[in-house]
């Protein structure tokens, strides 16, 4: 695939240095929850990193509206995304923008130039908005259920 004129754009160092950082830490979350088991009740995977239960939970008896987020990214992890979804879409959506978005950060990053394509602020903020819109959605379904 030829580059298009955006991607022979040259990243600033600042910028190059920041993509190497996210790429590098989406990556690592990616790892850690590939080697996490997820709860079977949908929520409470973290405390297996030493976590403690959520403060949320234990003083409402309700779910917090992260609650699931990370057995949803571990769930992801094993291809599981349908369940991923089920117990947190936010989170589901979190872990498909890290696993799209960690490899290209880091490489363009490395590289100092955009590959495959230039990332677009605009996406970038609907798709942010549009995750925690699914977020209130879910937690205020589940809050009614």
Same mark, same amino acid.
């Given at each position: 695939m030829a580059d298009g004129p #955006? #991607?022979?754009?040259?990243?600033r160092p600042w910028l190059r240095r920041f993509y190497v950082a996210t790429?590098? &830490?989406?990556? *690592?979350?990616?790892a850690v929850a590939a080697r996490l088991e997820p709860a079977e #009740?949908? $929520? &409470? %995977?973290? #405390?297996?990193? &030493?976590?403690?239960? +959520?403060? /949320? $939970?234990?003083? %409402? &008896?309700?779910? +917090?509206?992260?609650?699931?987020? *990370?057995?949803s990214w571990a769930y992801w992890m094993r291809g599981h995304v349908l369940r991923a979804v089920e117990v947190n879409a936010g989170g589901a959506?979190?872990?498909? =923008? =890290? *696993?799209?978005g960690g490899p290209w950060t880091?490489?363009?990053?490395?590289?100092?130039?955009?590959?495959? /394509?230039?990332?677009?602020e605009y996406v970038l903020i609907a798709a942010a908005v549009a995750t925690v819109i699914v977020v209130l959605i879910q937690w205020g379904w589940r809050m009614l259920v």
């Amino acid at each position: 695939m030829a580059d298009g004129p #955006q #991607q022979l754009v040259p990243i600033r160092p600042w910028l190059r240095r920041f993509y190497v950082a996210t790429g590098a &830490g989406l990556i *690592t979350l990616l790892a850690v929850a590939a080697r996490l088991e997820p709860a079977e #009740q949908g $929520f &409470g %995977t973290h #405390q297996g990193l &030493g976590l403690p239960e +959520c403060s /949320f $939970f234990v003083l %409402t &008896g309700r779910r +917090c509206p992260s609650c699931g987020m *990370t057995t949803s990214w571990a769930y992801w992890m094993r291809g599981h995304v349908l369940r991923a979804v089920e117990v947190n879409a936010g989170g589901a959506m979190l872990a498909l =923008a =890290a *696993t799209l978005g960690g490899p290209w950060t880091l490489v363009s990053g490395l590289r100092g130039r955009y590959v495959w /394509f230039r990332l677009n602020e605009y996406v970038l903020i609907a798709a942010a908005v549009a995750t925690v819109i699914v977020v209130l959605i879910q937690w205020g379904w589940r809050m009614l259920v």
